[in-house]
């Protein structure tokens, strides 16, 4: 059973910074992508950044440049830095892992952001 815990929310002025975490556990090999979603109240839930089986990672335009992701292939990991926060990156952040048909997501971690 894999289970993704992701971890490092919480409540930030704007221009702060934060670093998420998302702990893998279970069969996650380096061929799963795994990715940051992120969900506003009231918004549907959005792609943030994506990491390919030992490639770069790829980011949304409303944050690159501002958010790197980070994958630690033997931790089983993965890491968002997000800097320069604005109060539009308020959301509930999520991990996502997905092969082929099988994908799995995180509990989420609240991420605030405040003038």
């Known amino acids: 059973q894999v289970q993704l815990v992701e971890s490092g929310g919480g409540l930030v002025q704007t221009g702060g910074s934060l670093t998420l975490s998302c702990a893998a556990s279970?069969?996650?090999?380096?061929?799963?992508?795994m990715a940051w979603f992120r969900q506003a109240p009231g918004k549907e839930r959005e792609w943030v950044a994506s990491?390919?089986?030992?490639?770069?990672?790829d980011y949304a335009d409303s944050v690159k440049g501002r958010f790197t992701m980070r994958r630690v292939y033997t931790e089983n990991a993965v890491y968002l830095q997000m800097n320069n926060l604005q109060l539009e990156d308020t959301a509930v952040y999520y991990c996502y892992a997905v092969q082929g048909r099988a994908n799995y997501w995180g509990q989420g971690t609240q991420v605030t952001v405040s003038s």
């Open positions: 279970g069969i996650i090999s380096d061929a799963y992508t």
């Open positions: 990491i390919m089986a030992r490639d770069d990672a």
